[in-house]
């Protein structure tokens, strides 16, 4: 009886130390970021009209730019990542 409780016990905590483990690595791949900063170009993209493609809401159109930033990390690496800046009419 009492060796059952110890494995019991021991499964219990090695189970407990694995969800920790879980969420912690849950919450810094999720929540904590690196600070990095863009190069924005000084000439802004070609405004892009998109049709609606579903029939929900009232189908008109919208509008976006889409940009190419490059990102450069603190630690001086860097990367380029697709920006679109998007909405019914983005210029106001």
């Known amino acids: 009886m009492i060796k059952t409780r110890k494995i019991t ?54 509008y976006s730019y889409d940009y190419k930033l490059t990102f450069v990390k603190e630690d001086g690496t860097t990367g380029i990542r697709a920006v679109s800046i998007s909405q019914d009419n983005p210029n106001h």
């Open 9 to 62: 016990g021991l499964i219990i905590l090695v189970l407990l130390g694995f969800m920790g483990y879980k969420a912690y690595d849950y919450y810094h791949s999720t929540y904590v970021g690196k600070t990095a900063y863009a190069y924005v170009p000084k000439k802004v993209p070609p405004k892009l009209e998109h049709k609606a493609e579903t029939s929900v809401g009232d189908r008109s159109s919208w």
